[in-house]
């Protein structure tokens, strides 16, 4: 698509999540006055269980479709439902973008599977298919192998996730009534989208049974062209050891050029064949140092706007340059090596028993922990008097996330000693409850 002479191009951001507020303002000057962004309402943080979708992408349209409110392209960097949802309406506009029916068969887990095992059969566990409205899920005890891992074909993060290691325990989990709470009120939107633009025969009301996943983990990030698909960079994810809950993401990968290039390649098999145009991408991988084999966790077919900066950081391009590209159909060309730091991390802040919020920074003190290192990003995701002990339907349930601080150095000793003197400088303090 050509730009209108003597404009920048226009691009709506549907659902915009807490990333894209902060990171499209950091974004250098030729980027912003490229590309005038609409951010739409409401913001993903506060779509209701039953907001009406279907009425938002038709609102979105008829506001977009005339030349007034013409728009050049559109993106979410939210998984559910923003990323749909821009799909459907750029299909709409006939703006560049995946069509809703791909989107959707690339974030449901059971058929994302089916299309991973087609294109990298080395690199998709075992799974099933679990309906929790049957005994056991309707699976034969024999079919399984313990333990295992059972997540919902539609969540985020590590909500109603966890390892089972019989099948006592699987009628166990299925039996929970926080399982059936999560089925009749965080799916709704999805089983809406799936009726809507697809004819596939399980919604969002089942979960995935699959082999138990050991070893390294990373997030790998691309885009998709019309034609092409390109690795942007592979993150690490450091764990804490006793909970599993991510506390450090760490770009570049520590991992091996060798191991690193086998993944790029698993990648660009598995999302041609899903088929995602005119976006960014991530797929979570694990990589099995002993039996030296790779794994797909899952695929996410949008960006990770918490990673966006990192790249820009040690690169010079960040995310949200390449989703804007993409989203106006043009084809990014990303930098290598030319940021200001070797190394940059993104570092969840967590507690991990139930806690009143006593005291959260101000935003001077926000100003002033970012302003310690240049590129410092802050998230924060508290006020005081809120209570953190939601750990069951949040994030890992292991830990609450009270926000998020992006930064960079010139090498990993560093990185560490400066994320410490950011957090004193936020100085956040709690109150076991």
Not at 235 to 261: A, C, I
Request: hydrophobic residues 40%; aromatic residues 10%.
């Amino acid at each position: 698509m050509q730009q209108r002479d003597g404009t920048s191009k226009r691009v709506l951001v549907v659902f915009p999540t807490a990333w894209d507020e902060k990171q499209l303002k950091v974004l250098p000057a030729p980027v912003t006055d490229r590309y005038q962004t609409e951010l739409s309402s409401p913001a993903d943080h506060d779509c209701a269980w039953n907001y009406d979708v279907l009425g938002f992408i038709e609102e979105q349209v008829r506001a977009h479709e005339g030349p007034d409110g013409r728009i050049d392209g559109v993106l979410s960097s939210s998984d559910y439902p923003g990323a749909t949802v821009a799909g459907a309406i750029a299909a709409r506009l006939g703006l560049p973008g995946t069509e809703p029916e791909r989107v959707i068969r690339c974030s449901h887990k059971y058929y994302s599977r089916i299309e991973q095992r087609e294109a990298a059969p080395e690199a998709t566990p075992w799974f099933e298919l679990v309906d929790p409205r049957l005994a056991r899920g309707g699976l034969a005890s024999e079919r399984l192998s313990f333990p295992c891992f059972i997540k919902p074909v539609k969540g985020a993060f590590s909500v109603m996730s966890e390892t089972i290691d019989s099948i006592e325990e699987l009628d166990a989990f299925l039996a929970r009534p926080s399982v059936a709470e999560f089925l009749s009120g965080y799916v709704h939107i999805f089983n809406q989208l799936v009726s809507t633009f697809t004819r596939l025969e399980a919604d969002g009301s089942f979960f995935l049974l699959e082999g138990l996943l050991k070893g390294k983990q990373v997030t790998l990030e691309g885009f998709a062209t019309e034609n092409d698909v390109q690795v942007l960079g592979i993150v690490d994810s450091v764990r804490q050891q006793r909970t599993k809950s991510f506390v450090r993401f760490d770009y570049p990968s520590s991992l091996s050029r060798r191991v690193q290039t086998r993944m790029e390649d698993i990648a660009v098999r598995v999302i041609r064949r899903l088929g995602l145009r005119h976006t960014l991408f991530n797929i979570e991988m694990t990589y099995d140092l002993r039996r030296d084999r790779i794994f797909i966790v899952e695929v996410n077919p949008r960006m990770c706007g918490q990673f966006a900066d990192l790249y820009e950081k040690v690169d010079g391009t960040n995310g949200y340059e390449v989703a804007l590209a993409l989203a106006v159909g043009e084809r990014p060309v990303p930098r290598k090596g030319a940021g200001r730091y070797r190394c940059a991390s993104s570092f969840p802040l967590r507690i991990f028993q139930p806690s009143r919020v006593v005291k959260a920074p101000s935003p001077e003190a926000i100003a002033a922990a970012e302003d310690l290192y240049p590129g410092t990003l802050v998230w924060p995701e508290c006020e005081v008097n809120d209570t953190l002990d939601d750990f069951e339907t949040l994030e890992d349930g292991k830990s609450a996330r009270f926000g998020v601080v992006n930064l960079g150095a010139p090498d990993r000793e560093s990185i560490q000693h400066r994320f410490e003197e950011v957090r004193r400088t936020l100085d956040y303090r709690f109150q076991p409850v």
